[in-house]
């Protein structure tokens, strides 16, 4: 049993970046279909947790023994805890295949990710356009920096994104809302960075999608410091789904909102090669629909996206919609992290803070740059903070008694920490691809899992320790211990690549502009396009690659061009 | 923040890792589905009781509340029931059997009749001996009761508000907020 329905325009997927091309075409004029997955959550309302206190769970915020049995993937890492609980998709009715670890994190509900990011939103720079071209990686970016930075621009001015002017060529500057203050201890680290390195290196206030100026126009409050964003947000001072796009979207009055709808494949017309709509599969009845457009948007983040390329026109090519330019699944990146250096700072115990902050400090990549050649290519950053010790320290010599209790009671000493996030090359081998033997709950192939770092990032993470412990120790840091905590791909929730923008179709999945070559009224602007990854959160990116590709396919439209 | 390396700085800073409820107390413990354990184990009122005793003794009551005041006792029992393996379990659980044990070897009677100087001095000794073992990579179960009595002490309401300050919409950030010996932390480090 069917129906059809028609739509201008269905976007699958309603996270970061599906948002964005929810709003952008709605607000051209079209009538949108806006697909999920999972669940709705209604801003405010469907916050469930956002006004609780530690103390209001009953486990304190940990998870419990069953919730680890439940989430096997989750559980590798603080993702899995009390608060967030039912915010992560059903590792029972969605798994995946791991031919080797992979920690996949996914948002499956109205909002995806955008409730459960980071938030953190930095700019790629015209180096990081160029570097794949310049070093002989992968494929060459099919675009560089003036054609993204007026949509640098106008996406960072809607989201509200906090920060400040650096007038750096790598970490290029963008449309900032004030930032969110460094404390007293950061900002006098940052002087002696500063100071150390002649100010080749730079601690600065992290760039995040907090904003610190109320936007009244979109029913925002600034940020009340709770630093509770993962719970939903009740003042809308982050960014997502909920609190910027969607609203948007739906005062046009052109949104159609579909919870529960898997899209199963982007159906084909091989007459016209072009997409005439998609299947869905309501994820409660099963029952199965199919809805037309003229323009669709794959935006159901970078693996589901890829997946339902590789589930589409496999009568044509049994790779999917895409595979003939031999890279589909292929040049999975992430960012690799989990490795820096904390120490103590003396001084400063006349001083505490008030207020707990959504973001820290950011150090900018400074390895690679000019003429510097390291034995790999490339960069990263960091990011951190500073702060008292809180009770949960390391009190062994205080035993028991009033003495403890008295001494818990006040803060700790200052310390200070940061781990790097490095780029991932792109590479052919780290791949995902179909695995037709295991099924989902609903009957559907599931994605399995390919994917290592190799010799470059290896190679990179040494310096990404020794240097945070040089820079630690350059600022009179005191007792700096470097670490590395391991890595597997996947930890850093920044999937990327798989349907990579190229200029040729031998080569690449979309061009330009977003578009799919083999069917250019499809278009891909999650983190799947990515061609490479740089070393900087990459959502601002998505953000910026959706409204550029939605006002190039409402142009297209216009002059009959996608028909 | 929440950003995760900044949990696992603390972690890093604070030596040994919390134990149940986390990922990061080690995958050998957490690995699949573990088995459940032939019988449920399950605390007794006394249990509740002795456990609410031993707390009081690491965090006691002041001219500010202690443990017992934050029903710690039933705290421990919750977490411990629902957030550790089975194998910390039966750590857990026979650590109160060896508690008592070891009070009637040592005073001829149960800890609940120790007098609190005895207490102080008996748990004071169980907490050196238990930090001993932890060094040599042993789990003592008196590490797991301190580390729950501070955890769930300071995450109370009356340890959070009445011990430790906590405001819950700040409102605004201050990053040189002056302070002067005797005020009291933030509940939550950032």
């Given amino acids: ?563 | 923040m929440n950003r995760r390396e900044l949990l696992k700085m603390i972690a890093a800073a604070t030596g040994t890792a919390m134990i149940g409820g986390t990922a990061l107390s080690g995958t050998a413990l957490l690995s699949g589905c573990a088995s459940r354990p032939q019988t449920a184990l399950v605390f007794s009122d006394q249990d509740i009781l002795l456990l609410d005793e031993v707390a009081e003794t690491i965090l006691p009551r002041t001219e500010t509340p202690g443990a017992k005041d934050a029903k710690v006792g039933e705290f421990m029992r919750v977490f411990v029931t629902d957030c550790y393996t089975p194998e910390e379990q039966v750590i857990f659980h026979k650590g109160l059997v060896s508690l008592e044990e070891n009070c009637q070897k040592n005073y001829n009677r149960s800890f609940m009749a120790l007098q609190p100087n005895e207490r102080e001095a008996f748990i004071g000794q169980l907490d050196k001996y238990a930090i001993a073992q932890s060094s040599t990579g042993n789990t003592h179960y008196f590490t797991m009761v301190k580390q729950l009595t501070l955890f769930g002490f300071f995450t109370s309401e009356i340890g959070a508000t009445q011990v430790l300050r906590h405001v819950s919409i700040p409102g605004y950030f201050d990053g040189e907020l002056p302070y002067k010996p005797g005020d009291r932390a933030w509940a939550t480090r950032w």
């Fill in chain 1, 1 to 563: 049993m069917s129906s059809t329905q028609h739509f201008d325009a269905i976007v699958v997927g309603s996270g970061i970046s599906g948002g964005w091309a929810a709003k952008e075409l709605t607000e051209k004029g079209l009538k949108v279909l806006l697909l999920e997955r999972g669940r709705n959550i209604e801003h405010i309302k469907d916050y469930v947790n956002a006004h609780k206190e530690p103390w209001n769970y009953p486990h304190r915020g940990r998870p419990t023994d069953e919730m680890k049995r439940n989430h096997p993937v989750l559980q590798r890492d603080f993702v899995l805890n009390e608060e967030t609980n039912g915010m992560w998709a059903n590792e029972q009715e969605s798994p995946y295949v791991e031919k080797k670890r992979f920690d996949w994190y996914r948002g499956y509900h109205v909002g995806g990710r955008s409730l459960l990011w980071g938030r953190q939103s930095y700019r790629l720079s015209q180096r990081d356009f160029e570097a794949n071209l310049r070093e002989g990686v992968a494929v060459d970016w099919p675009i560089r920096y003036e054609d993204i930075a007026p949509w640098y621009d106008y996406v960072e001015t809607y989201a509200g994104i906090a920060g400040t002017v650096e007038g750096l060529d790598h970490l290029p500057d963008g449309k900032f809302l004030p930032p969110v203050e460094l404390n007293i201890v950061e900002k006098d680290v940052a002087a002696r960075i500063k100071k150390a390195y002649g100010g080749k290196r730079l601690m600065i206030h992290s760039r995040t999608a907090n904003i610190t100026q109320p936007k009244p126009e979109q029913g925002r409050t600034n940020c009340q410091y709770r630093n509770k964003c993962w719970l939903g947000c009740p003042f809308g001072a982050y960014f997502s789904t909920q609190s910027s796009t969607l609203p948007a979207a739906m005062k046009t009055g052109n949104l159609t909102l579909r919870p529960f709808s898997i899209v199963s494949q982007v159906l084909y017309d091989k007459d016209k090669k072009r997409a005439r709509g998609v299947e869905v599969i309501d994820a409660e009845t099963n029952q199965t629909y199919e809805f037309t457009a003229n323009v669709i948007f794959l935006n159901a983040s970078s693996f589901n996206s890829t997946w339902i390329l590789m589930n589409s026109a496999t009568d044509i090519w049994p790779g999917g919609l895409g595979s003939s330019s031999g890279e589909l699944g292929h040049n999975v990146m992430d960012h690799h992290f989990r490795v820096g250096a904390s120490g103590m700072v003396e001084g400063f115990e006349d001083k505490y803070y008030y207020g707990r902050r959504p973001a820290g400090f950011y150090v900018p990549r400074f390895r690679n740059l000019g003429d510097e050649k390291r034995n790999y290519v490339r960069g990263f950053g960091y990011q951190g903070a500073a702060s008292r010790d809180d009770w949960n320290r390391d009190v062994a010599e205080m035993g028991i008694g009033a003495n403890l209790k008295n001494a818990l009671a006040e803060p700790g000493a200052w310390s200070i920490g940061m781990t790097a996030f490095g780029e991932m090359l792109p590479h052919h081998d780290n791949r995902i691809y179909l695995d037709r033997s295991v099924k989902d709950k609903w009957g559907l192939p599931v994605l399995a899992m390919d994917v290592e770092i190799r010799e470059n990032e290896k190679a990179m993470r040494k310096d990404m320790m020794q240097d945070a412990i040089d820079m630690f120790e350059a600022a009179g840091v005191k007792n700096v211990k470097g670490a590395d905590w391991g890595y597997s791909p996947g930890m850093g929730i920044h999937d990327m690549g798989t349907a990579r923008m190229g200029r040729d179709p031998k080569n690449s999945v979309p061009n330009g502009f977003n578009q799919v070559l083999d069917a250019p009224n499809v278009f891909v602007t999650d983190g799947a396009c990515m061609t490479s990854a740089s070393c900087v959160n990459p959502s601002l990116t998505y953000m910026a690659l959706t409204a550029r590709a939605v006002d190039h396919a409402v142009k297209e439209l216009k002059k009959g061009n996608l028909s």
